[in-house]
């Protein structure tokens, strides 16, 4: 069993940075590779960002050169490093942890508005 719980999402303006966090407990050493997701009002899911347990990232078209994720082991987190934050980007970001199953936290708002 996995847990994760998010953190740092809220209210910014157009053009502004968020830091989101992930922590993980329970069997950590089964977890491969761990993921940022988002869903937007009315949308499906879609990946964000995705980190392996050695360190490759992978993002989305519409995110990438903009937002950066990060793991720290030492603290069991993983980051997602948000800039130049635009409205389509206003969603519930979501963590994942991929271990023999999939693993989801509950989520935190990010809104982008002016």
């Known amino acids: 069993q996995v847990q994760l719980v998010e953190s740092g999402g809220g209210l910014v303006q157009p053009g502004g940075s968020l830091r989101l966090s992930c922590l993980a407990s329970?069997?950590?050493?089964?977890?491969?590779?761990m993921s940022w997701y988002r869903q937007g009002a009315g949308k499906p899911r879609e990946p964000v960002a995705v980190?392996?347990?050695?360190?490759?990232?992978s993002y989305s078209d519409s995110v990438k050169g903009r937002f950066t994720i990060s793991r720290d082991n030492a603290r069991n987190t993983v980051y997602l490093q948000m800039n130049s934050l635009k409205p389509e980007d206003t969603a519930v970001y979501y963590c994942?942890?991929?271990?023999?199953?999939?693993?989801w936290g509950q989520g935190t708002q990010v809104t982008v508005s002016a």
């Open positions: 980190i392996s347990r050695g360190g490759s990232t």
């Open positions: 994942k942890a991929d271990a023999q199953e999939g693993y």
């Open positions: 329970g069997n950590m050493f089964s977890i491969y590779v």
